[in-house]
């Protein structure tokens, strides 16, 4: 969600980096497959697939008009998955913590996995954030990261 290497660190508070997770969880099988995720105290990384949806009717009126965008239109897009994402979280951070305003960067650092192996770079990348920051020796002992078990972490 945002990848900054500086700023707040308001994702240390266990309350925040919790509600963040069962963000990501509960659109899980939802609004995405979700693969691997990281909640750093200043930054979240994370890996999904988006599903398909069904189209809604605006989307059938619209698709007669554009063809070339039905192909998109049956499948969450990415800028609806963060949008929601971070707009959800951001406002019960905001709660948590007794404030207003911006909690995330307006900008996310999104990247389209091309293949397989950019894919296992990738995960691999994002669970060993807190292994390279120095804060657990394997990523299995940090307590805010995740990977989809099918996928063999």
Known sequence: MDGAESGPVWLKDDRIAKEIAESLHYRDGKVYCLDAYCI???????????????????????????????????????????????????????????????????????????????????????????VKAGLVDTWKKWRWSYCRCSIGC
């Not at 930054?43 to 009717?57: G, M």
């Not at 996310?108 to 995960?123: G, L």
């Open 40 to 130: 750093m105290s200043n930054h979240v990384h994370v890996v999904f697939t988006p599903l398909a949806r069904q189209p809604s009717r605006t989307d059938i009126v619209n698709s007669e008009e554009n063809t070339a965008q039905t192909r998109n239109l049956c499948y969450n897009t990415l800028s609806v998955i963060m949008q929601s994402l971070k707009g959800y979280t951001a406002r019960k951070a905001n709660q948590l913590l007794g404030r207003s305003g911006a909690f995330w960067q307006p900008e996310s650092y999104d990247h389209i996995v091309r293949d397989a192996s950019e894919w296992q770079r990738i995960i691999t990348y994002v669970l060993n954030n807190p």
